[in-house]
């Protein structure tokens, strides 16, 4: 690695990381510039490999979004209607009671669970059906809302942030989403989505969502109009919130998709660059513990190779993903936990089944065991669902 290292100009930049140094925004533009991909990698993989050792972990979720109608109509969105289109939806809280409910038989522990801004419904809509996904099982985790939704809400319901938020907690919520950070530079951010949240009102929902005990992930959407620099800008304020509150779990970068939308970029992210972006962000967020390869964006053979690249995590099983696909998503709308477990054994890495905080629930050390079996089982019975839905 050394050699490896040293033939590529980032020496200084691995020593900075081996000696547990943060590096700058310079250091990160310069691994972003790198055409050395594997050089970067090499890089963010010690970083990882320091951090979380050999572990690689997934969750068993599922996905629900209670209605596709917004009020605004960011450029990049492929996922929003009006109320005028023939295929807009809004569930019911008995609708998604029902889905959970089918969900927790295939044994998910999470909940992950947003929508657009709705123009109308009551706040009572949400508390409820936080409150009644928590009465069908107490155990399950509910990572819901990001932090546009939130912003909405409060707006809708003439409350505070922190006054929505405590209403939303005691209702069950127990974890933000970190959509809709996009990139953060102002210019860019009105090129792609208009009238969104601003990065400093991102930043601030997220900031009293962790003060008040909660924690969340965070996101960054790269490959449409943002250039390198915008990047490392947008990974620097994250870096700086998490200094200040801790309350990131992982960070997940998303793959821009570009179809059905107004931003038709005519190369969107190559495997090239979600790999150097994954890695950097691994290098340089030296303050998240994890990395996620988000399958749905990268399909699941890159987000195994994102494990020798700084990921450590695969994120969900998902079953029914909506945002990626009406955007152009080639990949299935589920992920089974056999499929997950395979491309991390594969990647020779111990699989943990983990909860939304990233915390272990399964360790699974050896390959084939019982467990292994089981997931097998209930990824078939799975498949057998959907084959016949
Ligand atoms: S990205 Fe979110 S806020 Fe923007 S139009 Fe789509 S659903 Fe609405």
């Known amino acids: 690695m050394d050699f490896f290292i040293q033939r590529t100009g980032l020496r200084d930049i691995y020593d900075k990381v081996a000696a547990g140094e943060r590096i700058s925004d310079a250091d990160a533009l310069r691994l972003f510039e790198s055409k050395d991909l594997n050089a970067v990698g090499a890089i963010a993989d010690f970083a990882r490999q320091r951090k979380v050792g050999n572990r690689a972990s997934y969750i068993v979720n599922r996905y629900i979004n209670y209605s596709n109608y917004c009020i605004l109509s960011c450029q990049f969105c492929s996922f929003a209607r009006k109320k005028r289109d023939a295929d807009g939806f809004q569930y019911t809280t008995e609708e998604i009671v029902g889905k959970a409910r089918e969900a927790l038989n295939l044994g998910i522990t999470e909940l992950h669970i947003v929508g657009g801004l709705h123009p109308s419904l009551p706040f009572s809509y949400y508390t409820d059906m936080l409150k009644a996904l928590k009465a069908l099982d107490n155990r399950l985790q509910l990572k819901c809302f990001t932090a546009i939704e939130i912003l909405h809400l409060a707006w809708l319901a003439k409350k505070s942030v922190l006054q929505t938020l405590i209403e939303l907690k005691e209702a069950g919520l127990d974890s933000l989403t970190g959509g809709g950070a996009e990139i953060f530079r102002k210019e860019v951010r009105s090129a792609i989505a208009r009238g969104k949240e601003s990065a400093e009102e991102y930043l601030d929902v997220h900031r009293t969502w962790h003060k008040l005990g909660g924690r969340s992930t965070c996101t960054m959407l790269y490959g449409h109009v943002e250039s390198l620099a915008d990047r490392v ?46 890695a950097v962000s691994r290098v340089y ?105």
Do not use: C
């Not at 997940?252 to 090239?272: K, R």
């Open 233 to 278: 800008d947008h990974l620097r304020r994250l870096r700086g919130l998490q200094d200040e509150t801790r309350g990131f779990v992982g960070f997940v970068p998303l793959a821009y998709h570009p179809e059905d939308n107004d931003i038709p970029v005519a190369h969107p992210p190559t495997g090239f660059d979600s790999l150097r972006t994954i």
């Open 285 to 389: 967020l030296d303050n998240f513990d994890h990395i996620t390869a988000y399958w749905v964006g990268l399909g699941l053979k890159l987000a195994q190779v994102a494990l020798s690249y700084g990921a450590d995590d695969l994120h969900g099983t998902i079953i029914e993903e909506h945002i990626f696909h009406m955007a152009g998503a080639t990949v299935p709308q589920l992920q089974t936990e056999a499929n997950m477990l395979k491309a991390i054994r594969e990647a020779r890495r111990t699989p943990v089944q983990r909860n939304t905080f990233y915390e272990p629930i399964k360790i699974l050390e050896n390959a084939p065991t019982p467990e292994l079996q089981e997931n097998s089982a209930r990824s078939k019975v799975l498949e057998d669902n959907l084959a016949t839905a």
